[in-house]
């Protein structure tokens, strides 16, 4: 008999793959020798199906790194369900889970309606109220499968900007000029700052290919005392 009235697990027994590369926003799928250029999404996308009784509620929206997927699927799921199922999509990493319907139904069709439409960066939960009546393994693949997808199809989505990873070191005179400069540049985002005896290392996502000009504007500004740096 097939598992599908079980009440939640929402992190456990998930399926994970980490392929070597390059992660969020570097990954680029080759099609017809050709590049397909990945896209995101703008804001949290809902759909609805009902299905032989069953209701399915498809919530997607934009993640950045594993924390935010797990805080977004955590927040997302409905305890009151018997099923949330899930996949999630950054870069080379992704993740999906069956939460207790049969292997490969629910969270796989997820992940494949993920990468089906080109996205990345985003994470899907399908949430099912049984209605009384087995859909089978290939109904469930399809409903759950088809949920996702009408939910990505019908979110606004933008192209997904290659990002590199940087630093800036800056010292307690420079500190606000630096950060308000950089903040109100559109290529650069400061995720992070940790703060040391005579200043401040800012941690930085700068749009690919313009790491060159963005370090050349911090070293005009300063005088040469700060540089923005990639990591390696």
Not at 194 to 220: K, M, S
Request: charged share 20%; net charge negative.
């Amino acid at each position: 008999m097939q598992a599908e009235n079980r009440r939640p697990k929402l992190i456990s027994g998930d399926h994970i793959a980490r392929r070597t590369g390059t992660d969020l926003a570097l990954r680029r799928d080759v099609v017809n020798d050709g590049m397909v250029a990945l896209r995101t999404l703008i804001n949290v996308e809902t759909a609805r199906q009902e299905i032989k009784k069953s209701r399915f509620v498809a919530v997607a929206g934009a993640v950045s790194t594993e924390a935010e997927a797990k805080a977004f699927i955590a927040s997302h799921s409905d305890p009151s369900a018997n099923h949330n199922c899930w996949a999630w999509r950054i870069g080379q990493n992704y993740r999906f889970n069956d939460d207790g319907e049969p292997s490969g139904t629910a969270g796989k069709p997820i992940l494949q309606a993920i990468d089906g439409q080109s996205l990345d960066a985003v994470a899907v939960v399908v949430t099912r109220w049984f209605g009384g009546v087995l859909l089978g393994s290939g109904g469930l693949i399809r409903a759950y499968g088809g949920t996702a997808a009408q939910c990505l199809r019908e979110a606004e989505t933008e192209p997904l900007i290659a990002r590199v990873s940087a630093f800036a070191e800056c010292g307690f005179s420079d500190l606000a000029l630096v950060q308000s400069r950089l903040a109100a540049l559109s290529t650069v985002e400061i995720i992070d700052q940790a703060f040391t005896g005579n200043g401040a290392t800012l941690d930085l996502l700068v749009h690919e290919g313009h790491l060159v000009e963005v370090d050349q504007f911090i070293a005009d500004l300063t005088s040469g005392k700060v540089r923005v740096t990639q990591r390696l």
